[in-house]
């Protein structure tokens, strides 16, 4: 059994993990780093990614906040969509709406796309209006594209 030292070593084995779909080995690999660097936003962050693909929600959710609460930057806006994520996929597009409106990401397409989608689960049309209309005015050609994609499906 390899035993890591440094949060290199395990960061580098779970994103080899996750990047192979073993979510299972790279869940449990992310649990120790945790134990082991618990104050490294990457360790809460790989944890956070790998339960998610493992469908705990709850447990990507925690993790999520707490790699959201260490994080900067551009880190900050991809922990929170993770979040919203599991939140909508747990039943609660509510929360998952809240979040992202709360971080303030204007001129994110992605961001609007979700926003897009989470309106809609939650009936409010004129907000999912709003929503596509700030993404054809970021990208005329994406929003198009995700238009089709969505009816389509």
């Known amino acids: 059994m390899v035993v890591f030292t440094k949060p290199e070593s395990y960061e580098l084995q779970i994103v080899l993990y996750l990047k192979n779909k073993e979510y299972a080995k790279a869940y449990s690999l992310s649990k120790e780093f945790v134990e082991c660097f618990n104050s490294e936003m990457v360790a809460h962050f790989l944890l956070m990614k790998s339960a998610f693909w493992l469908k705990k929600f ?5 993790e999520g906040r707490k790699a959201f609460n260490l994080s900067h930057g551009d880190d900050l806006l991809t922990c929170a969509i993770i979040i ?4 909508y996929l747990n039943g609660n597009p509510n929360e998952a709406y809240n979040l992202l409106v709360k971080i303030q990401s204007e001129g994110n397409a992605e961001v609007e ?3 897009f989608l989470y309106s809609i689960a939650l009936n409010n049309n ?7 209309d700030n993404l054809y005015k970021l990208n005329r050609k994406l929003a198009k594209e995700f238009i ?4 389509l499906k």
């Open 58 to 62: 709850d447990e990507a959710i925690k």
């Open 84 to 87: 919203s994520n599991a939140y």
């Open 113 to 115: 796309k979700l926003l």
């Open 126 to 132: 004129k907000e999912a209006i709003r929503h596509i």
């Open 148 to 151: 089709i994609g969505y009816l």
